[in-house]
C-alpha cells in the first residue's frame, strides 16, 4: 500500500509541475509577444492597424515574407536603401528586434484590394505585362512574395507605380543581382501604371494560404563558364539556402558584393541599338 501511495504520489507531483510548467511557458510566450506588439506599435501611424497602410506612397506590410521584410530593415538601416523617415527607425534596431518586427507583420493576415476594380480593360493590361516580363517566376504565381521576394498583390497602387519608377531610375535597387533594375528599364509608363492597378486589386486571401508553404529550392545551380557569374549565383544561393546560418549584416554584405560584380560586368556591355 505505501508503495502504490507513493507511485500516485509522485504522479499528482509530476501532473502539478506539469502544470506549473505549462502556465510558465505561456505567461513567457504572452509576454513576448506583447513586448514585440508594443515594439511595432510606432509602425501603425505611417504603416496602419495591423499592417495595412491608409497612407498615400507607404506600404502595407501585413503578410509580406518575413525574410523580405528583414531585408529591408537591414538595408534601411545599413543606409543602402534610403528613406528620410525609416532609416532613423532602422538604425535603432537590434538584429534580434529586426527578425521579431518581421515575423510579427509576416503573420498578419495580408489586405485586400480595398475596392472593386473599376478599370478591368487596365487589369487586363497589366496582367499581360506581368506575364511579359515574368513576374511570377520570383514574386510567385500568385504574387503573394516568397522568401526574401515581395508580396504584390493588394499592396497600395501609387506605391506599387512609386517602387517601378524607382527601380526603373535606379533610385532603389533589389536583392540577388538586381532584377528589377533589368525588369524596370523597358517598362513604359503606362504600362508601369498598368501593372500598379492589376496587382493592387489581385485578392490576397488564397494568395497568403499558398505563400505559407516553403518552395524548395535546388540545392545547386547550373554554373556558367564566366567565373564573375558563377561567383554571383554562388553568393545567391547561400543567401537563399542558408539565410538561418548566416548574420544579417553578413547577408547585406554579400548582397552589396552581388551588385558590385554585375556593375563590373555590365560596364563592358556594349549595346548596339538599330537606328
Known sequence: ??????????????????????TMSAGAVSAADESIREKAAPCAPCHGEGGISKTENTPSLAGQPDLFLQWQ????????RKNEVMQPIAEQLSNEDVRNLSAYFASLPPPKAS?????PDLSKK???????RRCGSCHSDTFAGTKAVAGLAGQREEYLAKALHDYKSNLRVGNGVAAMADVTYSLSKEEITALAHYLAHLL???????????VPRPSRLPCPPKRAACHVRAIVTLMYCAPGYLPLEMRAQMWFQTQLIRRQRT???????AP
Do not use: C, K, W
Open 115 to 119: 475596392e472593386p476594380d473599376d478599370n
Open 204 to 214: 490576397t486571401s488564397d494568395a497568403f494560404e499558398r505563400s505559407v508553404t516553403a
Open 73 to 80: 530593415l537591414v538595408f534601411l538601416r545599413s543606409g543602402s
Open 126 to 132: 497589366g496582367a499581360q505585362a506581368a506575364a511579359g
Open 1 to 22: 500500500m505505501t508503495r502504490i501511495h507513493s507511485i500516485a504520489t509522485g504522479r499528482v507531483y509530476s501532473s502539478v509541475l506539469a502544470a506549473v510548467m505549462l
Open 267 to 273: 560596364s563592358t556591355r556594349v549595346v548596339v541599338r
